[in-house]
C-alpha cells in the first residue's frame, strides 16, 4: 500500500474508531473503545473503495502510523486516544514532571490565559516529547510548543492518563501549569 493510500485508509478508521462509529454501524466497548479486529474489516470492507482491504494491509497502516494513533490487542483494535464520541475511559496514572502540546500562535495566548481545553475532543492530549507535540501543532499554522508543568498539575489535583506511546490524557490544564516552550541553547528543537 502506498503512503497515500495509507494515509486516507488511516483518516478513515480515525472517522470509524474516533468520532463516528454509529455512522458506519460499528459498536465500540465503552470501556476502552475498542472493537473486534474482524468486525472493523467488514465494516472497512463496506465502504466500496476499501471492498478488498485485507487484515496485513490494516496491520501495516497501524504499525506505520506516525501518531500511533490505533492499537491492535489481541484480536482487537482501537484508537489510543482523540476521541470526539462517548468518552473512552484510561486508568489514572503519574506523569513524567514536564509534558508538551502542540499548538499555533493564535491559540497559544488564549492557553495561556485560561489554560489547555479538551474542545471537541474528550480530553486534552500531551506528549512526553517534542515530537508528537510538534506533528500535532504542525497542523493548525505556525508552530508552538506549551511545556506543562505536570508534577505540580497532579500536586494541584490534576488527574492523567496515559494512553500508550508517549500520550497522556486530562480533562484540563489549568494554565498556571502552562508555559511557552522555550528550547535550551544546543537542545532539542521543535
Not at 460499528?26 to 465494516?43: A, F, H, Q, W, Y
Not at 504542525?138 to 508534577?151: F, K, M, P, S, T
Request: with cysteine; aromatic share 8%.
Amino acid at each position: 500500500m502506498n503512503k497515500e493510500k495509507k494515509t486516507h485508509f488511516s483518516k478513515l478508521m480515525s472517522k470509524m474508531l474516533r468520532h463516528s462509529p454509529e455512522q458506519f454501524g460499528l459498536k465500540l466497548d465503552p470501556t476502552d473503545g475498542s472493537c473486534e479486529t474482524n468486525e472493523l474489516l467488514e465494516v472497512v470492507r463496506e465502504q466500496p473503495k476499501w471492498s478488498d482491504i485485507t487484515i496485513n494491509e490494516l496491520s501495516e497502516v497501524v504499525a506505520d502510523c506516525e501518531k500511533q494513533r490505533f492499537e491492535i490487542n489481541g484480536d482487537r483494535i482501537r484508537a489510543r486516544y482523540g476521541h470526539s464520541h462517548d468518552k473512552v475511559s484510561y486508568p489514572a496514572a503519574v506523569p513524567p514532571t514536564q509534558l508538551f502540546h502542540g499548538t499555533n500562535v493564535v491559540a497559544a495566548p488564549t492557553i495561556l490565559k485560561v489554560g489547555i481545553q479538551a474542545m471537541q475532543r474528550q480530553y486534552v492530549h500531551m506528549s512526553e516529547g517534542l515530537h508528537f507535540a510538534t506533528l500535532a501543532g504542525r497542523r493548525r499554522g505556525e508552530l508552538v510548543i506549551i511545556a506543562i508543568d505536570a508534577e505540580q498539575a497532579a500536586e494541584a489535583g490534576v488527574i492523567f492518563y496515559y494512553a500508550g506511546n508517549e500520550v497522556w490524557l486530562a480533562t484540563h490544564i489549568p494554565a498556571v501549569f502552562c508555559s511557552m516552550y522555550t528550547p535550551k541553547l544546543g537542545g532539542d528543537q521543535p
